[in-house]
């Protein structure tokens, strides 16, 4: 039976991958078949994570760049496209975030979220369907949103506001790209175990919030394989302009 969510002759690349989320989503693409370009900032976490990806049997390259400055992406794009091919699937899960409250904050902070969560993913959208649109092949990008993006929660103002923008971005650039074959989707996790936040939701106030969560756990980065699968693979042929929700219930939680 054919694997319907089989990416061989794909190549995929994943923003923000010297984080949890991004490697992980980079491993969940390679072992379904596609050749995958890690970027970030940290060179020393990229190129760890390329010896674990192909000590995996994945075809794996890793380019510094930062997601804020346009050049940069660029690059990234060249770099990508003469070792693997052009980029097929995007995934734009480079974040940032400030916990302060709206008083506290500077512009400067502000400007540091919104740059990289919105402006990011846009200037790396803005790339890959460039180079699709001249080359005439579809494909398909990937934003990483958040249920931030629909709820608000407390001192993270710029984050949710960069994650609602993300939403309308990812359908208004759904809309204009449809015509050329190009899909553009989100996934909007609810809180996902990781690295960064272990500690956090070991503590008491971390397992109070667990408690606020329908199915009472977190989520896992697993959690999201399936429906990263989905939109990066041809299974998703008819759909653009929609955000998965994959929270564990927390958005229908009672306010």
Same mark, same amino acid.
């Given at each position: +039976?054919?694997?319907?969510?089989?990416?061989?002759?794909?190549? $995929?690349?994943?923003?923000? $991958?010297?984080?949890?989320?991004?490697?992980?989503?980079?491993?969940? !693409?390679?072992? $379904?078949?596609?050749?995958? @370009?890690?970027?970030?900032?940290?060179?020393?976490?990229?190129?760890?994570?390329?010896?674990?990806?192909?000590?995996?049997?994945?075809?794996?390259?890793?380019?510094?760049?930062?997601?804020?400055?346009?050049?940069?992406?660029?690059?990234?794009?060249?770099?990508?496209?003469?070792?693997?091919?052009?980029?097929?699937?995007?995934?734009?899960?480079?974040?940032?975030?400030?916990?302060?409250?709206?008083?506290? +904050?500077?512009?400067?902070?502000?400007?540091?979220?919104?740059?990289?969560?919105?402006?990011?993913?846009?200037?790396?959208?803005?790339?890959?369907?460039?180079?699709?649109?001249?080359?005439?092949?579809?494909?398909? =990008? =990937?934003?990483?949103?958040?249920?931030?993006?629909?709820?608000?929660?407390?001192?993270?103002?710029?984050?949710?506001?960069?994650?609602?923008?993300?939403?309308?971005?990812?359908?208004?650039?759904?809309?204009?790209? $449809?015509?050329?074959? =190009?899909? @553009?989707?989100?996934?909007?996790?609810?809180? =996902?175990?990781?690295?960064?936040?272990?500690?956090?939701?070991?503590?008491?106030?971390?397992?109070?919030?667990?408690?606020?969560?329908?199915?009472?756990? !977190?989520?896992?980065?697993?959690?999201?394989?399936?429906?990263?699968?989905?939109?990066?693979?041809?299974?998703?042929?008819? +759909?653009?302009?929609?955000?998965?929700?994959?929270?564990?219930?927390? !958005?229908?939680?009672?306010?």
């Amino acid at each position: +039976m054919h694997n319907q969510f089989d990416l061989s002759g794909k190549v $995929a690349l994943v923003t923000g $991958a010297s984080g949890g989320l991004g490697g992980h989503f980079a491993q969940t !693409l390679g072992l $379904a078949g596609a050749k995958v @370009v890690v970027a970030g900032r940290r060179a020393e976490s990229l190129n760890a994570l390329v010896l674990d990806l192909r000590q995996q049997g994945i075809q794996a390259h890793a380019v510094v760049a930062d997601v804020t400055d346009e050049s940069a992406i660029r690059a990234c794009f060249d770099e990508a496209q003469a070792e693997h091919g052009l980029v097929d699937v995007a995934v734009c899960t480079a974040g940032s975030t400030v916990q302060k409250s709206s008083l506290s +904050m500077s512009a400067q902070d502000w400007d540091q979220v919104l740059d990289v969560n919105l402006k990011g993913c846009w200037l790396v959208a803005n790339e890959a369907a460039r180079r699709l649109v001249k080359a005439q092949r579809p494909g398909s =990008i =990937i934003n990483i949103s958040s249920i931030l993006g629909y709820r608000v929660a407390g001192n993270v103002l710029p984050y949710t506001v960069s994650k609602a923008g993300l939403e309308q971005m990812t359908r208004a650039l759904a809309l204009e790209w $449809a015509r050329y074959g =190009i899909r @553009v989707n989100a996934l909007a996790p609810g809180y =996902i175990e990781t690295d960064l936040n272990r500690d956090f939701f070991a503590s008491e106030a971390g397992q109070s919030m667990i408690k606020r969560i329908p199915q009472r756990r !977190l989520g896992q980065v697993s959690d999201l394989d399936g429906a990263l699968l989905l939109l990066a693979s041809d299974a998703s042929l008819y +759909m653009t302009g929609s955000s998965i929700v994959i929270d564990g219930g927390h !958005l229908q939680s009672t306010l």
